[in-house]
């Protein structure tokens, strides 16, 4: 299954013994012996694109806890949504992102385009990001875990050819594709000056006539 990482647990074996499991989760986490996994690569094919996309999958039980950690502290990261954004935030989506294009079209606007960021995840430092998103934790306890869980490393690259594994080549330097708390990142991501500014430049191309 696509969906395990790299100690081969599904999601289907993780529920079988799950209050075993989340017990266990527990007893390491309150005292303090929680250690993420590392990531197993994963290629996947694109729609639209002759490269494949270079996930990086979780275990199962760290994605819990991962889960956990942003289910807690997601709030905190809502005031950072933007107006004109419709990725990962609660009741938008691809569908409002279209009702709004055509608002537009019905007030007079005439052009639209679509754009993507060239290596956006790879290209993420991630000291940066760890000062700017630790900033806004409230709870400073939980500092440690997301800390491991912002330094962890791929486990397979050597199971791939050579064309593969370039796909991961900067997987040790910016943010995971399909992570867990990417969601949240990206948040952080977007208050940065530059980022900011190539948003709102972004928006305003998209409004113009």
Not at 129 to 155: A, C, N
Request: aromatic content about 8%; charged content about 25%; hydrophobic content about 40%.
């Amino acid at each position: 299954m696509q969906s395990k990482g790299i100690d081969n647990v599904t999601i289907k074996s993780f529920k079988n013994n799950l209050d075993n499991n989340l017990e266990e989760i527990s007893k390491e986490i309150r005292a303090g012996e929680f250690k993420f996994n590392k990531l197993r690569a994963r290629p996947i094919k694109k729609a639209g694109c002759s490269k494949p996309r270079p996930l990086q999958i979780a275990t199962v039980r760290d994605r819990v806890v991962m889960k956990a950690l942003a289910l807690h502290i997601g709030p905190t990261f809502q005031k950072l949504d933007q107006e004109c954004s419709y990725a990962f935030i609660k009741g938008r989506g691809v569908n409002k992102a279209v009702t709004r294009i055509q608002e537009l079209v019905q007030q007079g606007h005439k052009y639209y385009f679509e754009a993507d960021i060239i290596n956006f995840f790879g290209a993420v430092d991630r000291e940066v990001l760890w000062t700017k998103f630790s900033r806004r934790v409230r709870q400073r306890s939980l500092l440690p875990l997301l800390r491991q869980s912002f330094d962890l490393e791929l486990g397979n690259l050597e199971s791939f050819k050579t064309e593969l594994q370039e796909l991961f080549a900067s997987a040790n330097s910016g943010i995971p594709q399909g992570g867990v708390l990417t969601p949240l990142t990206q948040k952080v991501i977007s208050t940065v000056s530059p980022a900011r500014r190539q948003i709102a430049a972004l928006r305003r191309a998209l409004l113009r006539d």
